[in-house]
């Protein structure tokens, strides 16, 4: 069998986040029967069908010799050699602690999907990123397909477990145990659509399930995607009408995502969100010291997997994030919150992406209320085009599927 990551590649992306139709089978038939199942209660068998797939695209990498070649250059390898330098620090401060070792494991799951970053990169570096995506984004209407029809259906029908949709059935989550993650998943995909000329269309349905959901992450998350969409077809002496209101826009777009009619909520005031109060109690209670602020006080504890697995306080400390940037500071301190913000304006400045912006401040904003690199099949995704984005900087020539395989076409 010969390997070409140009036609392999969409398919095995198309093919793991497909996983996550049936990884939360057991708990979708639940919500359908009005159900809403404990943490700690639920059912995780299907879920090992994600690390199962994970492994696959890991080992194509491993036996696809440019993948391979690519992965074990040396700046990949001095980037790994830091990053697995601190994690280790912190995995050594947390038993010090006395956590047991899963909870540090938990706060590992940050780079569960790293892999698929370190793919995207190389691919990227040979040329062939954009091609993938197109391909990818083709294959990838299908499954917007079946959620769409999903959705639809459970908005109009399904029990208002998690609030009420402005269908007037419950908030839809498709093949995902809650609309929050299902919502994150879609305005996710309406990024991936909208790296596509002519597709938008798929990122109008994007958009529309996105808000559908009732999450209000992802609401915004979809309403930067048609930001950046306009700003793109505007000249540029006009653009700056567009940028002068953005801060007015993205207040507004908080007050209408945490309306009623479009959260499904009564309590989605963001003045009085109990995210705000959980927050500041933990700065208050967790942090004991200058090492605490800049190493984390504690690895793994603001993981949701652990409240899951677990339940809620079955560790000492333990708290529902509900945000990367606070799960980061919790778990690697200053020292690793900076580093990754830093890593996220680099990416900024070293890419040549037409699309750098937009991936960046996605990832940037999906963050601030959602710890999305724990959720699937979203960190997939963002993962993978975050290391398509990065690698544009590197490459060594443009990819042609003509030149590379005599019958590759490109997609229409």
Known sequence: MKLRLENDLPILLFALVCTSVVAALPQVESAWLGVKEVYGEQDFGLRILREVMLVVMVAYAFFEPRLRNGLSSSPILAFLSVVTTYVLVEIGYAAYLDLPLVVPMAGLRVFEYMPLALVGFVVSRLGAGTYVVHRFAHYLRYYMALQAVLAIAQALWAPPLFGVSFLGGGRPFGTFVSPNLFGATMATCALVFALVPGMRRWVAVSVFLALLSGSRTAFISSLLVIYFQIYVVLRPRDRWALVM????????????ASSPLLSGRDDADPTQDGRLDLWQRIFAEQIHGPVDLLFGWGLGL?????????GAEHFQGQFDSDSLYLFLLNGYGLVGLLAYLCFLWTTTRMSVHPNKGLVVMFIFVAGLTFNMWEYFPQNGLLMTLWGIVLGTQFQAAPFSPTASAGYYRQPS
């Open 302 to 310: 603001s993981s949701n997997t652990i409240n899951i697995l677990y």
């Open 245 to 256: 209101p953005a801060p007015i826009l993205a207040v507004g777009a908080l007050v209408l």
